[in-house]
């Protein structure tokens, strides 16, 4: 009884896991980790004195190195403040956009990465409008890469236009994010196709390029570059 009452006390003391893992699919690279939603997975982008973290080893820090996983979570402005809807531990620090503009976000559909107590979700933008669910965290970007099972109707197959891409998709049950970072260069058509018809996911959010960064202990990873915007980051309990 004293053996097993250990054991469980191990178990419970067990630290937050994001299930990572690198693979290819059809010619391309891709590394991703999976959290679960019963888990710590948080949005992060001003420090306690309104600055921008930035950087993963800001956040860290403030967690006092409780930090399990990260990722650039959307596209930012030059101020590095979100560009759409964005919400921090239930307070909207940046409005929702459903209009048609330029650059990738503005690639109809967008979408909006969301934290709730039911789980995650990505949701079109102008539905997410229409019945926006009470979420926790929230994070605006473009183009949706995958939309109830359909890749988004402007990706060409073959297309030219490749980059160093991250993204995040959601079973379908919302137990499960599973955010994707590409290896190499890819276009948006390979990648959603890697997310749709490797992984199984049916609804995928886009969250950027160039500046794509991923912070993986667990693979020894811990990226660096250009000073970011939202990071998405699951927190040790």
Request: charged share 20%; proline share 4%.
């Amino acid at each position: 009884m004293i053996r097993l009452l250990a054991l469980a006390v191990l178990v419970l003391a067990a630290p937050a896991h994001a299930a990572c893992r690198s693979e290819s699919y059809e010619g391309n690279g891709y590394t991703l980790c999976e959290v679960k939603a019963d888990q710590d997975v948080r949005l992060f982008l001003n420090d306690a004195a309104g600055e921008k973290y930035g950087t993963f080893d800001r956040v860290n820090d403030a967690l006092g190195g409780k930090l399990v996983f990260a990722m650039n979570a959307g596209m930012y402005l030059p101020d590095r403040n979100p560009v759409g809807l964005y919400v921090e531990d239930g307070d909207q620090l940046a409005n929702l956009k459903t209009a048609k503009s330029s650059g990738n976000f503005g690639l109809l559909p967008n979408g909006v990465f969301c934290i709730s107590d039911a789980g995650f979700a990505v949701i079109e933008s102008r539905a997410f409008k229409g019945a926006p669910p009470a979420c926790r965290y929230a994070t605006q970007s473009g183009p949706m890469l995958v939309i109830n099972g359909e890749l988004h109707p402007r990706f060409l197959k073959g297309s030219s236009a490749t980059n160093i891409r991250n993204g995040v998709a959601v079973s379908d049950d919302g137990q499960s994010a599973t955010f994707i970072i590409s290896d190499n260069a890819v276009n948006f058509h390979d990648m959603a196709s890697y997310i749709r018809d490797h992984l199984g996911l049916n609804n995928a959010l886009y969250f950027d390029g160039r500046i794509s960064r991923l912070y993986a202990p667990e693979l020894d990873r811990s990226d660096l570059g250009f000073q970011m915007g939202p990071i998405v980051g699951l927190v040790a309990e």
